[in-house]
């Protein structure tokens, strides 16, 4: 039996201002609660949740100031969605397009919209379905790349995406760009340690970063303005996996809860700089996700 703990989170097309966690579990439990994130990085207590509970789904920005939280597990993998108003109000279940799953991961691109990518169905999938800058999810996208789930993604360059690292039943360091037209590329050769349960979002308004994983690890690897991984940088703060992330400050990234019970945050400078640990607000949960608004 091979993992299945998702990790997920977005960038946001430059500028966005506040993020938001959402969803996940503690173990048996499925929470839909969210949290909202500051223009200076200070999360807030729960907000009741709206739509259905669920772990294993992703998020991404769409629109350029509003969000979408789509997929997940809740006794069976399903494929609704859930929009988020620019004020960081979370929508009821909007019914699912596309192939139910989980453990897949979600990014902004073309500015103003997004991608849902990859994923578990029972089976690994590469399969996508892109997210227009009405909030509407279209139909599968037929797979390009390493099928498999428990990877993460987030924007670069200011209007494209990347989707890293994974599990495939070993673990991938593997990446897939996706253009400006939210074309997905076929594989680049990983750079830095091989992990799944990590996640991802965006700083300095061009640039990604992916961090911390299963192992627990802590360690980091920054996404230039070209789409270029770098080598594995040392670890700030808790090692964790399950956790999330998003943009937040226009130009900030902060990464958020995880292993199933931490609340526990680490801000992203604009330089890509991680920092320490940051007492936990809300409930602390594992398998949730992430994205920016506003």
């Known amino acids: 039996m091979f993992p299945i703990i998702p990790a997920n989170s977005i960038t946001a097309v430059s500028g966005n201002d506040e993020g938001i966690f959402g969803y ?7 929470y839909s609660m969210s949290n909202l994130v500051s223009n200076s990085g200070v999360v807030a207590t729960d907000t009741t949740g709206v739509g259905t509970a669920r772990q294993g789904l992703a998020a991404t920005e ?14 069976s993998y399903v494929s609704m969605t859930n929009l988020v108003s620019n004020a960081g109000v979370v929508g009821t279940d909007v019914t699912g397009v596309g192939t139910a799953r989980y453990s897949l991961a979600a990014c902004g691109y073309g500015e103003d919209k997004g991608i849902f990518g990859y994923g578990y169905d029972g089976s690994n999938q590469s399969i996508t379905n892109l997210v227009s800058n009405a909030g509407v999810v279209a139909s599968d996208v037929t797979g390009v790349g390493t099928a498999r789930n428990n990877l993460a993604a987030c924007e670069y360059g200011g209007d494209k995406g990347i989707f890293g690292f994974g599990w495939t039943g070993t673990v991938q360091s593997v ?5 400006n037209a939210g074309v997905v ?9 091989g992990r799944y349960s990590m996640s991802a979002c965006g700083y300095g308004y061009d640039k990604g970063i992916f961090g911390y994983g299963d192992g627990p690890v802590s360690m980091t690897n920054l996404v230039s303005n070209s789409g270029v991984v770098a ?3 040392t670890g700030v703060g808790t090692a ?12 900030k990234g902060i990464f958020g809860y995880g292993s199933d019970t931490l609340s526990m ?22 398998n949730l996700v992430a994205c920016s608004f506003n």
Do not use: H, W
């Open 62 to 75: 769409y629109g350029g100031d509003k969000g979408i939280f789509g997929f997940g597990k809740t006794a």
């Open 265 to 286: 945050t680490n801000l992203v400078s604009n330089a890509g700089v991680v920092a320490t640990d940051v007492t936990g607000v809300g409930t602390g949960r594992g």
């Open 24 to 30: 996940g579990m503690i173990y048996p439990v499925l």
């Open 231 to 233: 080598s594995d940088v």
């Open 240 to 251: 964790r996996g399950a956790l999330a992330a998003t943009q937040y400050g226009g130009d």
């Open 175 to 179: 990446t897939n760009l996706v253009s």
């Open 185 to 193: 590329a076929t594989d680049t050769t990983g750079v830095g340690t």
